[in-house]
């Protein structure tokens, strides 16, 4: 594959960068080979040029694909470089918020500076068991896979944790040791685990202080071995230190802390017991005050010592040693305060008063002179003599604290001891597991001894391994067989040369030390003498002569040489010990023991040489050989052990929680190794896949003819065809081996064939879409245009009628203007005529009339002017007359001025009639103006007459006007006089309608007062209503406000019950497991004690292992073969209340013992007397009807011989053919045999009705046979013997007949008469059945019929889709009810089956008990010559009581408890058939008064319970039928005691056999106790078995294989990623769980128990699927979610065809129903969120978070969800109230509630069966 091909355009790629070490770009343009600089653009935009070596060709490292960012391990990158790396664990770590990575064999973990919730026990619980790469990377999974090679390979193992200060090496230590105390079971020792785990505190508070870079920093190396026994227990733990941080103790940095114990120590000095120390705070002391921070944020001191205190305890180390511990603590923080003054430049002093001197000296026990003269000089020895010399201050002061650390030093080497003493087990260590806490790799400005030290190590387990992966590489590679070069790895053997090979630097200090004036510049001299040319690994600073470099595997580092002398010799001024050595103080003694044992041996060694303080000095061992050889005995205990590694890597200097500094990072990846891990897998073939997952994920590559049979050629064709380079990959036995980078191409090749193929989808679908809605449309338009035609078609059909209906309109409506014309014509013709004809009429009479007139006026005027003369004449006349009636018209003028005015008031105030008037005179001007309308109409039409006609009518109009205005001025006065009176008239009438008025308003006025005044009464009383109703309302708030509060402390109350019953159910268990646990000690005990006397004896390790499973929930019980308890044990577990009460019922007893007795004699001896009648009369009774008998078989017989002699006669007179001949009619013969016929006939009539008689004789004989048998219980008869005795009776018998025959006829008749009656009435019972069948099927039908008209006339109005849709999910309904009565009928059915079987087997060995008595009754009749009477046994009436004799009950409970099968007996007997046997026996008992028995049968039943469950309480069937038993024993007690609530529910034979002695209720709780444990138990072993199944086939299992298949893993493979041959299903499971309910109910298990055992089983699945989903990765996907949503509805289906849905396990699966929508919802706007916060209501905070931070997408086309999306979340649900954890709590176990169900089985109907050898129990 060419770089072209891989640096194309858009290829990404990463460039160096200062600030962020790499940064990533994008190519602009293609790569061609020979170009000098590449064309790129950042992430922000801005495009950079990259130059390119032509010599080295140094191209930037390609960026891995998207889809393979974020992978758990680093291995699984294709492209595996330092910036692939880093950005892979910046994305988890910042991203994700992950802290683990694996890398290859090495687990990376990031300090997050922040606890997270990620080491409880369900995290503990879940990664046990798994393989390391089922689960996401945690230090929990290089635990377990530690803890499971050492089970499986029988090899030891080491964790070694490295890093450097604030990495978290020691936390990540505790928690692999806490792992393996949780996962491992103690063994015969008490609180191992417990013991391991307490040396933790003690060795942070002693080990542990404050740095600058790590509040918690561990001082010192320790290596930790974790001893196991065969069985894989812990039996303890040895510890190792190396390099304790002598220094720390009398100097720390700025900002740093001395060791914790120093803080603790003065937090707690106000404590009585440490008073005597004289502590104060931590600022008082010198070696505690010199960092200046006491304190460190969130720790209190004072607690931590009280926590450091219970360790002490809890590992066994006395209270008294403890406080000598603290003493010399105290000792050593007063001798840092112990001043030394400067008298000269060599001489110092200390003043005798100092007070912590003294303090110092006192605590230690030593004179303080001598001490204090000590301190401040030295002993010289020579060869000849010995002196004191007086020291300077600084060698004082140095002297003082070299003697604090030496007493610190020896103090921290014995509470190792002490701690390994403590750990240290007597039993046998088969294996162990080291956890190896070690600094890492160091550089700091100034680098001294220490950290060379440290740094020497580091190259020694870096060495170790690289050594370790190349070997691993190698095995692979041979392990597959292919072909494999030397790869080139980094040796650091010469470095480790320079450091500890002769002449090296060790050896130089070491050689130097033992110089007398040896000094750190001579020494330094010597190294640049003896190494600086011959070493290419040591250099020499350039300005600084007291210093040198070594180049180290991660990275050079200069030292100072100043101090190493000093370190390396360790010296203590020997006097100072001396003084120490003659304390009194005990410890202080022990803790200088080695030292003089060290002395004396060395003594031995020189005597015979004189130099002993020579010798002395030679033989002490320096510091740095100490070192070295600790060390070498380290790696030979690693190189002997199985390694896994885990980094801690340091994210930033800051302690910011989930921050990367990509820096400080790189340094540290390239300093602990794991760069070097990526180059060693690079350098060969990093990608590794199988064949069957190479070809499940590169499918889609292939053509359908290229796939072949065999998986392993397939692939290889597809390899030879898609990379040309062959040595670009290998294939292996079982896998194929890839060259970094192969695997993106291949990614790229799928990403790049499923994008064609997705576009190819695309289109196709696109087209598909566009080519429906073109069809759609196009119908939809040739629909519209269909419709529209129509419409206009009718509307021209509308048209045509209207043009035609308008023709005959028209022409009617012309027809009939015409005709009017016509006639308004020919009237106005005639009108005219006739008005022509008037006129000239008129005009004829008016000129006669005129000259008539004339001669008229002629004679008129004449007599005018004579009058006119005399007018004129008499106007003078009359002028003087007017003169003078002027003056009297002026008084009468005032008068009528007067009258005017009174007028015209009365005009006002009738106004309102002139208004009327008006108004009239309106309606008359408008009814003119209509006539003037006409007028005009007609003047229009007269228009066309002639022009003479318009004179005479404009002259008619004239004259009429003129007569008019004549007529209108002659009648105006009479008008107005009319007027005025008719205005009087108005006006007195409205004048009586005002008063009419005003009296109506006086009325309505009172009225409406009246109304006031009531409606303001019912306003008061509507108030008052009100108020009342107010009242009452409030009444009602607050009574319901109580209700609710009643609801709310009910619920609360119920709460609290289930609380309180599991907490009673725990406390039951840990009662009953601490109970276990005493016996199995002392069976321990007893079993040692044994074995001391008649040898050892070594259990079953398999089987203390297994039952140590139950001892947490079931008490002590019994073994197999271990006999029951004697008489004398069940005497003393009898419970007192019983006793009392017994006792007290005796006494009672005696007292009515007499009465009772003298009763009964005289009661029996009147029953002897009747059974003695009884007797003779059923005698009687008997011998009749065996004589009856007898009769009825003799006429049988005799009816035969005649009904064949009529046959033959009739033979021979209808055969012609015989030799006689028949008679000829009428002859005498033939009336002979018409006679003898005749009377045949009769007799045989007669017969007949005897025959009946005794027919129904018999029958009722037979009836009173079984009258109180299974047969007979159907029916119901009066059968009662007749008593032959009875006078009254005899006498009619004997009237009717002598033997009584014909009354017993007629009373056989009237029993035939009830069968029949009562057959008839069970037809009509059949037939009433049937007809309400028939009708439920009427009524059924009818719905349907209504449903489909419904659906029919809903369809109508949709579209053909909808219409289709509705009419499928119609169907679906229908066919799911009907599947749902067919399910329901045929359960009715097994049920029915099931009861006629019972009733089968009962019928059938009844009928072989019937048919054997018959037999020896038969064979007794034959036997016996004489004539024998029938004798029938009455059957007998058991009363449902087991007789058993006293001492039986081992026998019984051996029989019916520890060695029954119960397959057998379930699958053959009644459910819970032990239980009934067990009750009956124990009803026997209570029958016969023996409180002992019923205490003896009660106990040992419980114990053999007990001792079952314990035995095989793996077993599924056994604990469930045992759980089945323990129950119905359990209802039983309770619905036999006698309670007159239980006895409603019982019949009347169950009422009678009620306990009648005993009160046993107080057993009921002890039985529900017991059954509450064995559900318990049934729940273990349940999730035992279901355990294994639930992952496989909720998660891991997918139905389909191929384009969403898994992504490419790393070197850790998925054990169960892929499909095998009997892979794991869903189908699986509902196996498992089906049989599991199958179980049950054949168990006759309560359904209410059955519902919360399933309810329980899907709890398991759902929190067992949930916690895996949450801790990986690989899971959270589209997907995934998809495929769990899927399995969960078949779990639901499951449920609904069992009828389980109402027990509540469909709530149980929500939280994964839920986290299943989360994997597929859209996850991108913030509505998006609020829907995920409103939809997982069953999820936490915590989960949801953890689902969308793993969330990882399988495919190139699904998207990450973005940090500001998950911040969102986080601040949408930060108010939500609910618990922090993360995972789902598997152990849980819901409170179980045992209801009670009554049985109805009857108890004198059980039989025994012979297969349980109970034959010495006898039925009663």
Same mark, same amino acid.
């Given at each position: 594959?060419?770089?072209?091909?891989?640096?194309?355009?858009?290829?990404?790629?990463?460039?160096?960068?200062?600030?962020?070490?790499?940064?990533?770009?994008?190519?602009?343009?293609?790569?061609?080979?020979?170009?000098?600089?590449?064309?790129?653009?950042?992430?922000?935009?801005? &495009?950079?040029?990259?130059?390119?070596?032509?010599?080295?060709?140094?191209?930037?490292?390609?960026?891995?694909?998207?889809?393979?960012?974020?992978?758990?391990?680093?291995?699984?990158?294709?492209? *595996?470089?330092?910036?692939?790396?880093?950005?892979?664990?910046?994305?988890?770590?910042?991203?994700?918020?992950?802290?683990?990575?694996?890398?290859?064999?090495?687990?990376?973990?990031?300090?997050?500076?922040?606890?997270?919730?990620?080491?409880?026990?369900?995290?503990?619980?879940?990664?046990?068991?798994?393989?390391?790469?089922?689960?996401?990377?945690?230090?929990?999974?290089?635990?377990?896979?530690?803890?499971?090679?050492?089970?499986?390979?029988?090899?030891?193992?080491?964790?070694?944790?490295?890093?450097?200060?604030?990495?978290?090496?020691?936390?990540?230590?505790?928690?692999?040791?806490?792992?393996?105390?949780?996962?491992?079971?103690?063994?015969?020792?008490?609180?191992?685990?417990?013991?391991?785990?307490?040396?933790?505190?003690?060795?942070?508070?002693?080990?542990?202080?404050?740095?600058?870079?790590?509040?918690?920093?561990?001082?010192?190396?320790?290596?930790?071995?974790?001893?196991?026994?065969?069985?894989?227990?812990?039996?303890?733990?040895?510890?190792?230190?190396?390099?304790?941080?002598?220094?720390?103790?009398?100097?720390?940095?700025?900002?740093?802390?001395?060791?914790?114990?120093?803080?603790?120590?003065?937090?707690?000095?106000?404590?009585?017991?440490?008073?005597?120390?004289?502590?104060?705070?931590?600022?008082?002391?010198?070696?505690?005050?010199?960092?200046?921070?006491?304190?460190?944020?969130?720790?209190?001191?004072?607690?931590?010592?009280?926590?450091? +205190?219970?360790?002490?305890? /809890?590992?066994?180390?006395?209270?008294?040693?403890?406080?000598?511990?603290?003493?010399?603590?105290?000792?050593?923080?007063?001798?840092?305060?112990?001043?030394?003054?400067?008298?000269?430049?060599?001489?110092?002093?200390?003043?005798?008063?100092?007070?912590?001197?003294?303090?110092?000296?006192?605590?230690?026990?030593?004179?303080?002179?001598?001490?204090?003269?000590?301190?401040?000089?030295?002993?010289?020895?020579?060869?000849?003599?010995?002196?004191?010399?007086?020291?300077?201050?600084?060698?004082?002061?140095?002297?003082?604290?070299?003697?604090?650390?030496?007493?610190?030093?020896?103090?921290?080497?014995?509470?190792?001891?002490?701690?390994?003493?403590?750990?240290?087990?007597?039993?046998?260590?088969?294996?162990?597991?080291?956890?190896?806490?070690?600094?890492?790799?160091?550089?700091?400005?100034?680098?001294?001894? !220490?950290?060379?030290?440290?740094?020497?190590?580091?190259?020694?387990?870096?060495?170790?391994?690289?050594?370790?992966?190349?070997?691993?590489?190698?095995?692979?590679?041979?392990?597959?067989?292919?072909?494999?070069?030397?790869?080139?790895?980094?040796?650091?053997?010469?470095?480790?040369?320079?450091?500890?090979?002769?002449?090296?630097?060790?050896?130089?200090?070491?050689?130097?030390?033992?110089?007398?004036?040896?000094?750190?510049?001579?020494?330094?001299?010597?190294?640049?003498?003896?190494?600086?040319?011959?070493?290419?690994?040591?250099?020499?600073?350039?300005?600084?002569?007291?210093?040198?470099?070594?180049?180290?595997?991660?990275?050079?580092?200069?030292?100072?040489?100043?101090?190493?002398?000093?370190?390396?010799?360790?010296?203590?001024?020997?006097?100072?010990?001396?003084?120490?050595?003659?304390?009194?103080?005990?410890?202080?003694?022990?803790?200088?023991?080695?030292?003089?044992?060290?002395?004396?041996?060395?003594?031995?060694?020189?005597?015979?040489?004189?130099?002993?303080?020579?010798?002395?000095?030679?033989?002490?061992?320096?510091?740095?050989?100490?070192?070295?050889?600790?060390?070498?005995?380290?790696?030979?205990?690693?190189?002997?052990?199985?390694?896994?590694?885990?980094?801690?890597?340091?994210?930033?200097?800051?302690?910011?929680?989930?921050?990367?500094?990509?820096?400080?990072?790189?340094?540290?990846?390239?300093?602990?190794?794991?760069?070097?891990?990526?180059?060693?897998?690079?350098?060969?073939?990093?990608?590794?896949?199988?064949?069957?997952?190479?070809?499940? +994920?590169?499918?889609?590559?292939?053509?359908?003819?290229?796939?072949?049979?065999?998986?392993?050629?397939?692939?290889?064709?597809?390899?030879?065809?898609?990379?040309?380079?062959?040595?670009?990959?290998?294939?292996?036995?079982?896998?194929?081996?890839?060259?970094?980078?192969?695997?993106?191409?291949?990614?790229?090749?799928?990403?790049?064939?499923?994008?064609?193929?997705?576009?190819?989808?695309?289109?196709?679908?696109?087209?598909?879409?566009?080519?429906?809605?073109?069809?759609?449309?196009?119908?939809?338009?040739?629909?519209?245009?269909?419709?529209?035609?129509?419409? @206009?078609?009718?509307?021209?059909?509308?048209? *045509?009628?209207? #043009?035609?209906?308008?023709?005959?309109?028209?022409?009617?409506?012309?027809?009939?203007?015409?005709?009017?014309?016509?006639?308004?014509? +020919?009237?106005?013709?005639?009108?005219?005529?006739?008005?022509?004809?008037?006129?000239?009429?008129?005009?004829?009479?008016?000129?006669?009339?005129?000259?008539?007139?004339?001669?008229?006026?002629?004679?008129?005027?004449?007599?005018?002017?004579?009058?006119?003369?005399?007018?004129?004449? %008499?106007?003078?006349?009359?002028?003087?007359?007017?003169?003078?009636?002027?003056?009297?018209?002026?008084?009468?003028?005032?008068?009528?001025?007067?009258?005017?005015?009174?007028?015209?008031?009365?005009?006002?105030?009738?106004?309102?009639?002139?208004?009327?008037?008006?108004?009239? @005179?309106?309606?008359?001007?408008?009814?003119?103006?209509?006539?003037?309308?006409?007028?005009?109409?007609?003047?229009?039409?007269?228009?066309?007459?002639?022009?003479?006609?318009?004179?005479?009518?404009?002259?008619?109009?004239?004259?009429?006007?003129?007569?008019?205005?004549?007529?209108?001025?002659?009648?105006?006065?009479?008008?107005?006089?009319?007027?005025?009176?008719?205005?009087?008239?108005?006006?007195?009438? #409205? =004048?009586? &309608?005002?008063?009419?008025? !005003?009296?109506?308003?006086?009325?309505?006025?009172?009225?409406?007062?009246?109304?006031?005044?009531?409606?303001?009464?019912?306003?008061?009383?509507?108030?008052?209503?009100?108020?009342?109703?107010?009242?009452?309302?409030?009444?009602?708030?607050?009574?319901?406000?109580?209700?609710?509060?009643?609801?709310?402390?009910?619920?609360? %109350?119920?709460?609290?019950?289930?609380?309180?019953?599991?907490?009673?159910?725990?406390?039951?268990?840990?009662? /009953?497991?601490?109970?276990?646990?005493?016996?199995?000690?002392?069976?321990?005990?007893?079993?040692?004690?044994?074995?001391?006397?008649?040898?050892?004896?070594? =259990?079953?390790?398999?089987?203390?292992?297994?039952?140590?499973?139950?001892?947490?929930?079931?008490?002590?019980?019994?073994?197999?073969?271990?006999?029951?308890?004697?008489?004398?044990?069940?005497?003393?577990?009898?419970?007192?209340?019983?006793?009392?009460?017994?006792?007290?019922?005796?006494?009672?007893?005696?007292?009515?013992?007499?009465?009772?007795?003298?009763?009964?004699?005289?009661?029996?001896?009147?029953?002897?007397?009747?059974?003695?009648?009884?007797?003779?009369?059923?005698?009687?009774?008997?011998?009749?009807?065996?004589?009856?008998?007898?009769?009825?078989?003799?006429?049988?017989?005799?009816?035969?011989?005649?009904?064949?002699?009529?046959?033959?006669?009739?033979?021979?007179?209808?055969?012609?053919?015989?030799?006689?001949?028949?008679?000829?009619?009428?002859?005498?013969?033939?009336?002979?045999?018409?006679?003898?016929?005749?009377?045949?006939?009769?007799?045989?009539?007669?017969?007949?009705?005897?025959?009946?008689?005794?027919?129904?004789?018999?029958?009722?004989?037979?009836?009173?046979?079984?009258?109180?048998?299974?047969?007979?219980?159907?029916?119901?008869?009066?059968?009662?013997?007749?008593?032959?005795?009875?006078?009254?009776?005899?006498?009619?018998?004997?009237?009717?007949?002598?033997?009584?025959?014909?009354?017993?006829?007629?009373?056989?008749?009237?029993?035939?008469?009830? /069968?029949?009656?009562?057959?008839?009435?069970?037809?009509?019972?059949?037939?009433?059945?049937?007809?309400?069948?028939?009708?439920?099927?009427?009524?059924?039908?009818?719905?349907?019929?209504?449903?489909?008209?419904?659906?029919?006339?809903?369809?109508?109005?949709?579209?053909?889709?909808?219409?289709?849709?509705?009419?499928?999910?119609?169907?679906?309904?229908?066919?799911?009810?009907?599947?749902?009565?067919?399910?329901?009928?045929? !359960?009715?059915?097994?049920?029915?089956?099931?009861?006629?079987?019972?009733?089968?087997?009962?019928?059938?060995?009844?009928?072989?008990?019937?048919?054997?008595?018959?037999?020896?009754?038969?064979?007794?009749?034959?036997?016996?010559?004489?004539?024998?009477?029938?004798?029938?046994?009455?059957?007998?009436?058991?009363?449902?009581?087991?007789?058993?004799?006293?001492?039986? !009950?081992?026998?019984?409970?051996?029989?019916?408890?520890?060695?029954?099968?119960?397959?057998?007996?379930?699958?053959?007997?009644?459910?819970?058939?032990?239980?009934?046997?067990?009750?009956?026996?124990?009803?026997?008992?209570?029958?016969?008064?023996?409180?002992?028995?019923?205490?003896?049968?009660?106990?040992?039943?419980?114990?053999?319970?007990?001792?079952?469950?314990? +035995?095989?309480?793996?077993?599924?069937?056994?604990?469930?039928?045992?759980?089945?038993?323990?129950?119905?024993? %359990?209802?039983?007690?309770?619905?036999?005691?006698?309670?007159?609530?239980?006895?409603?529910?019982?019949?009347?034979?169950?009422?009678?056999?009620?306990?009648?002695?005993?009160?046993?209720?107080?057993?009921?709780?002890?039985?529900?106790?017991?059954?509450?444990?064995?559900?318990?138990?049934?729940?273990?072993?349940?999730?035992?078995?279901?355990?294994?199944?639930?992952?496989?086939?909720?998660?891991?299992?997918?139905?389909?294989?191929?384009?969403?298949?898994?992504?490419?893993?790393?070197?850790?493979?998925?054990? #169960?990623?892929?499909?095998?041959?009997?892979?794991?299903?869903?189908?699986?499971?509902?196996?498992?769980?089906?049989?599991?309910?199958?179980?049950?109910?054949?168990?006759?298990?309560?359904?209410?128990?059955?519902?919360?055992?399933?309810?329980?089983?899907?709890?398991?699945?759902?929190?067992?699927?949930?916690?895996?989903?949450?801790?990986?990765?690989?899971?959270?996907?589209?997907?995934?979610?998809?495929?769990?949503?899927?399995?969960?509805?078949?779990?639901?289906?499951?449920?609904?065809?069992?009828?389980?849905?109402?027990?509540?396990?469909?709530?149980?699966?929500?939280?994964?129903?839920?986290?299943?929508?989360?994997?597929?919802?859209?996850?991108?706007?913030?509505?998006?969120?609020?829907?995920?916060?409103?939809?997982?209501?069953?999820?936490?905070?915590?989960?949801?978070?953890?689902?969308?931070?793993?969330?990882?997408?399988?495919?190139?086309?699904?998207?990450?969800?973005?940090?500001?999306?998950?911040?969102?979340?986080?601040?949408?649900?930060?108010?939500?109230?609910?618990?922090?954890?993360?995972?789902?709590?598997?152990?849980?176990?819901?409170?179980?509630?045992?209801?009670? #169900?009554?049985?109805?089985?009857?108890?004198?109907?059980?039989?025994?069966?012979?297969?349980?050898?109970?034959?010495?129990?006898?039925?009663?």
């Amino acid at each position: 594959m060419a770089a072209s091909e891989l640096y194309s355009k858009y290829a990404r790629v990463w460039l160096p960068d200062a600030a962020e070490v790499w940064k990533s770009a994008e190519l602009i343009k293609d790569y061609t080979p020979g170009d000098l600089t590449l064309t790129l653009q950042l992430d922000d935009g801005t &495009e950079v040029e990259y130059k390119i070596d032509p010599r080295t060709n140094n191209l930037p490292p390609l960026r891995n694909p998207d889809i393979l960012v974020g992978e758990n391990d680093l291995t699984a990158l294709s492209y *595996l470089h330092e910036p692939a790396v880093l950005h892979n664990l910046k994305v988890r770590f910042m991203d994700s918020k992950l802290i683990y990575t694996y890398c290859g064999i090495v687990l990376v973990a990031i300090n997050p500076y922040e606890s997270l919730p990620i080491y409880e026990a369900d995290i503990i619980s879940a990664y046990s068991g798994q393989n390391m790469g089922d689960m996401d990377p945690h230090i929990f999974a290089v635990a377990e896979e530690a803890y499971k090679q050492m089970a499986r390979n029988e090899r030891n193992q080491s964790i070694i944790v490295s890093g450097e200060s604030g990495a978290g090496k020691t936390v990540s230590a505790k928690y692999a040791m806490r792992y393996f105390a949780t996962v491992s079971c103690s063994s015969g020792e008490t609180n191992v685990e417990e013991r391991v785990l307490a040396s933790s505190p003690i060795m942070e508070a002693f080990g542990n202080a404050k740095t600058t870079r790590n509040d918690n920093s561990s001082r010192f190396g320790k290596y930790i071995e974790i001893g196991f026994d065969k069985r894989h227990c812990i039996t303890g733990a040895n510890m190792r230190t190396y390099l304790l941080e002598k220094s720390r103790v009398v100097f720390q940095a700025h900002g740093e802390r001395n060791y914790h114990i120093f803080y603790q120590l003065c937090a707690s000095s106000h404590l009585p017991e440490f008073k005597a120390f004289k502590l104060g705070c931590a600022d008082d002391f010198h070696c505690t005050n010199q960092g200046q921070s006491p304190v460190i944020d969130g720790v209190d001191d004072a607690k931590e010592l009280c926590d450091t +205190r219970r360790a002490f305890s /809890l590992l066994g180390i006395t209270e008294s040693d403890q406080m000598a511990i603290y003493q010399i603590l105290a000792a050593i923080l007063h001798l840092s305060n112990v001043e030394v003054k400067d008298q000269s430049a060599d001489r110092s002093s200390i003043l005798p008063g100092n007070v912590h001197l003294m303090v110092f000296c006192e605590l230690m026990g030593v004179p303080c002179e001598e001490m204090a003269h000590w301190l401040c000089h030295r002993k010289l020895k020579t060869t000849t003599e010995t002196y004191v010399k007086s020291v300077s201050k600084m060698s004082a002061v140095n002297g003082r604290d070299a003697l604090a650390k030496h007493i610190y030093a020896r103090l921290f080497s014995w509470i190792v001891d002490r701690i390994n003493g403590s750990l240290k087990s007597a039993a046998k260590q088969h294996s162990f597991i080291g956890v190896l806490d070690i600094y890492g790799f160091e550089t700091f400005d100034i680098n001294s001894f !220490e950290q060379f030290c440290i740094n020497y190590a580091n190259e020694k387990l870096q060495q170790q391994f690289n050594q370790h992966v190349f070997k691993l590489e190698q095995e692979e590679y041979m392990k597959e067989e292919i072909p494999w070069t030397l790869i080139d790895f980094y040796d650091n053997q010469p470095c480790i040369n320079l450091i500890e090979a002769k002449l090296g630097v060790l050896d130089l200090l070491d050689e130097e030390c033992k110089m007398p004036k040896g000094s750190d510049d001579s020494w330094a001299q010597k190294l640049y003498n003896t190494l600086l040319k011959q070493n290419a690994h040591f250099d020499k600073p350039r300005l600084s002569n007291r210093a040198f470099i070594i180049h180290h595997f991660a990275d050079k580092v200069e030292y100072q040489c100043e101090g190493f002398l000093e370190k390396n010799k360790d010296t203590v001024n020997e006097e100072q010990i001396n003084v120490l050595k003659n304390s009194k103080f005990d410890l202080l003694l022990k803790l200088f023991e080695d030292d003089e044992k060290a002395q004396s041996s060395a003594k031995k060694r020189t005597s015979v040489i004189g130099r002993a303080g020579q010798a002395q000095r030679d033989n002490k061992k320096t510091v740095g050989l100490q070192f070295r050889q600790s060390l070498h005995l380290l790696m030979d205990t690693l190189n002997a052990t199985t390694p896994h590694y885990v980094r801690c890597i340091k994210p930033n200097d800051h302690k910011t929680s989930f921050t990367l500094d990509p820096v400080r990072t790189v340094q540290q990846l390239r300093a602990c190794g794991i760069l070097e891990t990526i180059r060693i897998s690079a350098a060969g073939f990093p990608s590794r896949w199988t064949y069957q997952e190479f070809f499940s +994920r590169y499918r889609v590559l292939m053509k359908q003819k290229d796939v072949l049979p065999d998986r392993k050629q397939t692939c290889k064709n597809l390899l030879e065809k898609l990379i040309e380079d062959q040595d670009k990959y290998q294939f292996g036995k079982n896998k194929i081996f890839f060259r970094a980078g192969q695997v993106a191409y291949l990614e790229k090749l799928r990403s790049d064939m499923l994008r064609v193929a997705c576009v190819r989808i695309q289109k196709t679908i696109r087209c598909w879409l566009a080519r429906k809605k073109y069809l759609r449309m196009r119908e939809s338009a040739v629909t519209i245009q269909r419709y529209v035609r129509g419409h @206009q078609a009718r509307c021209y059909v509308k048209f *045509l009628r209207r #043009t035609r209906a308008a023709v005959v309109i028209q022409r009617n409506v012309r027809m009939w203007a015409t005709k009017r014309r016509y006639q308004q014509q +020919r009237s106005a013709a005639i009108s005219i005529q006739c008005f022509l004809r008037a006129y000239l009429a008129k005009k004829q009479y008016y000129k006669l009339m005129f000259e008539q007139k004339a001669l008229v006026i002629q004679k008129w005027m004449r007599g005018w002017l004579a009058r006119q003369h005399y007018r004129r004449t %008499m106007a003078a006349i009359i002028l003087l007359q007017s003169c003078v009636r002027r003056m009297r018209a002026k008084k009468e003028l005032k008068k009528l001025k007067v009258e005017a005015r009174s007028v015209e008031h009365f005009k006002k105030l009738n106004v309102g009639m002139e208004n009327k008037i008006m108004q009239l @005179q309106h309606k008359i001007n408008e009814q003119h103006k209509d006539n003037r309308e006409l007028s005009e109409r007609l003047n229009a039409v007269e228009k066309t007459h002639s022009v003479e006609r318009e004179k005479q009518s404009r002259e008619i109009k004239n004259l009429l006007r003129a007569e008019q205005e004549a007529r209108a001025k002659a009648e105006t006065l009479p008008s107005l006089l009319e007027q005025l009176s008719f205005l009087q008239h108005e006006l007195e009438s #409205t =004048r009586r &309608e005002k008063e009419d008025l !005003e009296e109506h308003v006086k009325v309505y006025k009172e009225q409406t007062q009246q109304v006031v005044e009531e409606l303001n009464m019912k306003n008061s009383l509507l108030n008052k209503d009100k108020d009342e109703m107010n009242k009452l309302i409030l009444e009602q708030a607050q009574q319901l406000s109580d209700v609710k509060t009643n609801v709310e402390n009910i619920k609360q %109350m119920e709460k609290e019950l289930t609380d309180e019953r599991s907490r009673y159910q725990n406390l039951l268990s840990e009662h /009953l497991h601490l109970e276990e646990r005493h016996r199995d000690l002392k069976d321990e005990m007893d079993l040692s004690i044994s074995s001391n006397k008649s040898g050892h004896k070594r =259990r079953d390790s398999n089987y203390s292992s297994n039952s140590s499973e139950f001892s947490l929930s079931l008490g002590s019980a019994e073994g197999e073969d271990s006999p029951l308890q004697t008489e004398d044990e069940t005497q003393s577990t009898v419970d007192l209340p019983v006793l009392l009460k017994l006792q007290r019922r005796l006494k009672e007893l005696e007292q009515d013992k007499q009465t009772l007795w003298q009763q009964l004699e005289k009661k029996e001896e009147a029953q002897q007397e009747k059974e003695k009648q009884v007797e003779e009369q059923t005698a009687v009774c008997r011998a009749d009807l065996d004589l009856e008998k007898l009769k009825r078989q003799e006429l049988e017989s005799e009816n035969k011989k005649l009904k064949q002699d009529l046959t033959e006669l009739r033979k021979s007179l209808t055969n012609e053919n015989s030799e006689m001949m028949p008679p000829v009619p009428g002859s005498l013969p033939y009336n002979l045999l018409l006679e003898q016929l005749s009377s045949s006939n009769d007799e045989l009539e007669m017969r007949k009705e005897e025959v009946l008689l005794l027919r129904s004789h018999m029958v009722r004989q037979e009836a009173l046979k079984h009258k109180d048998s299974a047969l007979g219980e159907g029916v119901k008869l009066d059968l009662e013997t007749p008593s032959f005795q009875d006078v009254d009776r005899s006498t009619d018998i004997h009237t009717l007949n002598e033997d009584g025959e014909l009354w017993l006829a007629y009373e056989g008749l009237k029993e035939t008469n009830r /069968l029949l009656e009562f057959q008839m009435r069970e037809q009509e019972r059949v037939h009433n059945e049937k007809y309400t069948e028939l009708l439920e099927e009427v009524n059924k039908l009818k719905n349907e019929k209504d449903q489909q008209q419904k659906l029919l006339a809903q369809s109508l109005f949709l579209s053909e889709d909808a219409r289709i849709e509705a009419s499928l999910k119609h169907e679906m309904t229908r066919l799911t009810n009907e599947n749902l009565e067919l399910m329901e009928q045929q !359960e009715k059915q097994d049920k029915t089956i099931r009861k006629l079987k019972k009733q089968l087997k009962l019928y059938i060995q009844k009928v072989e008990d019937f048919e054997a008595s018959a037999q020896q009754k038969n064979n007794a009749s034959l036997m016996n010559t004489v004539r024998a009477v029938n004798i029938t046994r009455k059957e007998k009436e058991y009363q449902g009581m087991l007789q058993y004799k006293e001492g039986d !009950e081992s026998r019984l409970l051996k029989n019916v408890v520890v060695d029954l099968k119960p397959r057998g007996v379930a699958v053959s007997f009644i459910p819970g058939l032990p239980a009934y046997i067990i009750f009956m026996c124990l009803r026997y008992a209570d029958s016969v008064n023996n409180d002992r028995r019923v205490s003896t049968l009660l106990n040992s039943t419980i114990s053999s319970i007990k001792g079952v469950i314990k +035995r095989k309480g793996n077993d599924f069937e056994v604990v469930s039928f045992w759980l089945a038993n323990t129950c119905r024993l %359990m209802h039983c007690l309770k619905q036999y005691n006698g309670d007159e609530v239980i006895m409603t529910h019982n019949t009347a034979k169950q009422n009678e056999h009620c306990l009648a002695n005993f009160e046993l209720s107080e057993y009921q709780q002890v039985f529900g106790d017991l059954a509450i444990q064995i559900y318990r138990q049934l729940i273990k072993c349940m999730e035992n078995i279901l355990q294994p199944l639930i992952v496989a086939s909720m998660l891991e299992h997918e139905a389909i294989q191929g384009v969403l298949g898994s992504k490419p893993t790393g070197l850790r493979k998925r054990s #169960t990623s892929f499909p095998e041959e009997g892979a794991v299903t869903v189908e699986v499971l509902l196996q498992r769980l089906a049989h599991f309910h199958t179980t049950m109910s054949q168990h006759g298990m309560d359904p209410d128990l059955i519902k919360q055992v399933v309810k329980q089983q899907f709890y398991i699945i759902c929190a067992v699927t949930l916690n895996h989903l949450l801790l990986r990765k690989d899971m959270c996907s589209w997907s995934k979610g998809l495929q769990i949503r899927y399995n969960v509805w078949q779990l639901e289906e499951w449920l609904t065809e069992r009828e389980l849905a109402d027990c509540g396990a469909k709530e149980t699966l929500e939280p994964l129903i839920q986290a299943a929508q989360l994997l597929q919802i859209k996850k991108k706007t913030d509505a998006d969120a609020q829907a995920i916060c409103n939809m997982c209501t069953a999820l936490t905070t915590a989960q949801i978070v953890k689902v969308l931070t793993l969330y990882t997408p399988v495919i190139e086309f699904e998207e990450r969800v973005s940090t500001a999306f998950i911040a969102t979340i986080k601040n949408l649900l930060k108010d939500r109230v609910e618990s922090s954890t993360l995972m789902m709590d598997t152990k849980k176990i819901f409170s179980v509630t045992l209801t009670f #169900t009554p049985s109805s089985v009857a108890l004198e109907t059980i039989q025994i069966p012979v297969s349980l050898n109970l034959s010495f129990l006898t039925r009663v």
